[in-house]
């Protein structure tokens, strides 16, 4: 009997084992989200087979426990997706908001082609269902990611071995994106597409996350990771703090210019402690000016910029702000999400000049000011002002 191959053969089966052992422990750590100086999230997270599951303190629009829960096939895509918005104070308790429409519950299943989102709204007597025709789902996008979902997604290239791996990311209210992750190191990964921009994540030898840098994208967020944090104790103790609210409220402005009505409608984000052109809002990169949903212009009249003139009407402001000046564009795709906008329908581009101002502004500002020859458009946030001035055309 050859007692050296039977010991090897032992070895190599307990060897095995001790693996199968390992993959199958669930592992547990924390992600803390920071806006500038503010604390956005804070999430606990268990990762086992195909489960991650967790809670996460949300401060945005309000503060809530957000609980919740994903099953993937074995593909590494969605199954089921699963977030349930609990009271801050005592998780047990459904969360009750303040500011208007809140989905209490939102449930989403992918198969046959479709995912379908069962979510539970206050004030509907049944569920709001959501049908999107799609093959697979990898990411579910929304006001604050499941950055513990990012992490998935980063374990799933590394055992690939590819450089690169397309996902589908979805968005109830939205649709959904193509977008991907990619290495561009050894210990970093790009995370997002187009319609995202894209985030830089650093990785640890086992490709879990060590932080998260989103800024510059529409998260802009700054991502560390934690030992293990009690979220419930957390979440009683910063719900006592002032809230964050609405990272970037809307506001519309309506303004008289040669006794011509203009309209304006845009999301104001803050400062927050951030470097804003070159940090928040890239050079040389299309800026929705603004945040949240598209800016939008409603013209009475036609109106001339540059020698150049725009017929009335309504149409969504994009910029590319630059180092010394800005494209100022005007587009008529009212459709699209404002960070993959169609830009096939841009009707409109001019040079803009700014100045640096000692007037520091903590909040994205437009406003509209009448001159002795027309109106001038301006934009205001940080230390830079950039002034459009433009003439009212009559008919």
Known sequence: MNYKRIYLSLWALLAALACIGQNNRPYTASFIGRMGVDTVLVETYTMMNNHLYGKAFIRVPEDYIGEFSIHFYPDGSIREFNINAMSPINSSLP??????????????????????????????????????????????GGWVPLISLMEWQCQRLARSGLQTLPLKMINHNIGVYDIGVRYRAKNKIIFGGPFLEYTTISVNQDSRIESLDGIGTPWNYYVTKHPPIDIDAMAKRMSKTPGIGIPSPTESLQASIQQSKITLTYGRPYKRGRPIFGGVVPYDSLWRTGANGRT????????????????????????????????????????????????????????????????????????????????QLIFMWDDVVATADFEIVRQ
């Open 95 to 140: 969360f009750e908001a303040k500011s208007g429409a809140f989905e209490y519950r939102l449930n989403m299943n992918c198969r046959n082609d479709t995912c379908t989102y069962y979510n539970s709204e206050v004030g509907r007597n049944s569920e709001k269902l959501i049908h999107h025709p799609t093959r697979k789902i990898d990411f579910v």
């Open 296 to 375: 939008t212009i409603t013209l009475g009249n036609d109106i001339k910029i540059e020698k150049r003139v725009l017929p009335k009407g309504v149409y969504s402001i994009y910029s590319i702000p630059k180092m010394r000046e800005w494209v100022l564009i005007f587009s008529t795709d009212l459709k699209n999400w404002p960070t993959d906008p169609d830009r096939t329908k841009e009707l409109l581009a001019v040079r803009i000049p700014i100045q640096k101002s000692s007037d520091i502004k903590q909040q994205f500002t437009i406003e509209l000011k009448e001159t002795q020859k027309g109106g």
